[in-house]
């Protein structure tokens, strides 16, 4: 059976977090419960015990991220996910058919295997007054990824807003951390940020300004960060979608573990 979560925050996350199957997807499907202002509903389904065997969270009107355990009931997910519409979805290979999902791309779990050393020259950001650039960052590098399309959805201050809203948030609340490399004080060349959750870490972005790529800055953030949030049963993970930005991973100690895939529900 299917219900609705009424109370979205990090503690509702971490609550979930205990009850549900283990696993990156279960990471990665909670953490964007974390980004409460861009949720547009969550659900969770259990079965006749009340073991809770699926979560689906829907953000932005666009996207559902399913996580499915092996007891799922797979027929009231599918016909759930219709009725939400044919959305963008993000769900393990093993169980896309059966929530009635055409696949058409794959992106890449990548998992830190080896601690690597600190970066050089990545300091942590722990003013929120100093997060507009960062953001811009972000921003540059999403419009350059998407060939500065005219179909990219521009970043207006109330996107900016709901942005500093989620990562303030988490850096007040000690979950959220960022790294940067400056070439002066207000000269941002690279950046990264982490969510944390339980034993998961989650770096959901890495951004580098397009004349500074390729001089290890990027590199420098992410290791620094890693540097700061492994502990002894701590997985730090993140998502590829390209071979290219899996080896620049790779050489900060991350190995390719496992999948997740992006489709449309079949209406």
Sequence with gaps: MLRRIENINAQTAEQLLGVLPQSLMTAFTLFALLDWCAVDGAWV????????????????????????GENADFEELALFLRHLGGLVIHCVPD??????????????????????????????????????????????????????????????ERAFQEWLSRTSRGMLGGYTAVKAVYAAENSLLSAAI?????????????????????????????????ADLKQADNQIFLLCDDLKTERFYQKSGFARQGSVELGIVEL
Excluded: W
């Design 45 to 68: 389904q259990s079965d006749e015990q009340e073991q809770v065997t699926a979560l689906v969270v829907q953000k932005d009107q666009t996207k559902a991220y399913v996580s499915v």
């Design 95 to 156: 169980y896309t058919a059966r929530l009635g999902v055409t696949p058409f791309s794959r992106h890449s779990f990548m998992v830190l295997s080896e601690t690597p050393e600190p970066g050089k020259a990545a300091v942590s950001v722990t003013d929120t007054n100093a997060l507009r650039p960062v953001f811009d960052l972000l921003t540059q590098s999403a419009r350059a990824a998407a060939g500065d399309s005219a179909q990219f959805r521009k970043y207006s």
């Design 194 to 226: 982490a969510d944390t959750l339980g034993q998961y870490v989650y770096i959901r972005d890495v951004a580098t300004d397009r004349d500074y790529r390729k001089m290890g800055y990027g590199s420098d953030c992410v290791r620094g960060l890693c």
